[in-house]
């Protein structure tokens, strides 16, 4: 039986995910905090626009920032990513059970002899 999980946060989740470069941003805080201005230097667009990136993720809760004076380091939260995997974990045996039958088929492809006669 899956754990509950709140089907709001995990459409806000998938939503924060749906942009490469909000995935980047998130690749990027794996490594570790970083500053808005960090974040935005791979990223051929303006400040404000990374920004809102930055914001959106904050409001899906895969990003939490910090306060050190002046400074607002981003760092990641991998709690909501927790939910999406027990999300599509619930699928794994279908495409398990997929890839067994496709493994069957190419073995009998492989074990048939062909038109000619001989093995494949």
Not at 12 to 26: D, G, K, N
Not at 75 to 102: G, K
Not at 106 to 114: F, K, M, S, V, Y
Request: one cysteine or more.
């Amino acid at each position: 039986m899956l754990a509950a999980i709140d089907e709001d946060r995990l459409s806000e989740t998938f939503a924060a995910l749906a942009s490469p470069t909000r995935r980047a941003i998130l690749a990027r805080l794996a490594e570790g905090a970083a500053s808005v201005n960090e974040l935005a230097e791979p990223f051929d667009m303006t400040l404000p626009a990374v920004s809102k990136h930055i914001k959106v993720l904050e409001q899906a809760g895969l990003i939490v920032r910090a306060r050190h004076a002046q400074y607002r380091p981003c760092a990641l939260n991998a709690e909501p990513l927790r939910d999406v995997s027990t999300w599509t974990e619930q699928y794994r045996p279908i495409w398990e059970s997929r890839f067994a039958r496709m493994d069957d088929y190419l073995e009998q492809l492989r074990t048939q002899p062909n038109k000619e006669g001989h093995d494949a």
